[in-house]
């Protein structure tokens, strides 16, 4: 069970909405089954705090297929090496992380000891994310947004079309991906025009679990 405050993305918006003259206009798709999302996760306080925290960490270019991308990334706990296909051990959790840690639990309804993988994102003027879906060897994912607001944006195929929505991002909201969010649409944010972090924490999917303990 998630915790209190925790709410889908707008699960009840009809696609078709009277306007103010009774006409019917297209309004904008539902965000995915499977987005839940809290505002004012953090404090103004415990933004400020990691912020600085985060900004002295020794950030890397994110590596994919040999390119190194805008984003910049620190792990901590596991990390998916790309090159080597694998999900490899990091540096141990800090402890600084806890209040981050809890949030993830408190929306995801998992232990806070549960969330084994943390990927801290450093978006610069310029960067973004392209189209994916994590990786399948952990489950459940939660984000926690830092400084700036964003659009976290989806889209799934349906035949040969691609079905197309966006969730606003608000600095300091947590965002939590479980079923069809998190395994059928890919998710992508634009580039950033000022500097956001943003803190993902990840559980490890059953399979994975068992081949760890
Ligand atoms: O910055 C975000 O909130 C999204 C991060 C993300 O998609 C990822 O780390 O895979």
Redo the contacts with the bound molecule.
């Keep these: 069970m998630a915790g209190r405050g925790v709410r889908p993305y707008f699960p009840c918006v009809s696609l078709l909405q009277p306007d103010l003259f009774g006409a019917s206009v297209r309004a904008a798709p539902a965000p995915p089954e499977g987005l839940s999302y809290r505002a004012d996760a953090l404090t103004v306080e415990q933004e400020r705090n990691l912020a600085e925290t985060i900004g002295a960490l020794p950030f890397k270019p994110f590596e994919f297929q040999g390119h190194e991308a805008h984003r910049q990334v620190v792990a901590f706990g596991w990390r998916y090496d790309y090159g080597q296909r694998a999900v490899l051990e990091a540096e141990p959790i800090p402890d600084w992380l806890d209040p981050v840690r809890a949030i993830a639990a408190d929306l995801s309804g998992e232990p806070p000891e549960a969330f084994v993988q943390v990927?801290i994102?450093r978006y610069d003027p310029g960067a973004g994310?392209g189209w994916?879906r994590?990786r399948p060897q952990f489950a459940k994912v939660v984000?926690v947004?830092l400084l700036e607001p964003c659009a976290?944006r989806f889209r799934r195929q349906i035949g040969e079309k691609w079905e197309r929505t966006s969730a606003p991002?608000a600095p300091r909201s947590a965002y939590l991906l479980t079923g069809p969010a998190r395994r059928e649409w890919q998710?992508s944010?634009a580039p950033m025009e000022a500097l956001r972090y943003?803190v993902?924490l990840r559980t490890f999917a059953e399979r994975r679990k068992s081949r760890s303990s």
Excluded: A, E, Q, V
Aim: charged share 10%; no cysteine; proline share 0%.
């Design positions: 990927l994102n994310i994916h994590d984000g947004s976290m991002l998710h944010i943003s993902t």
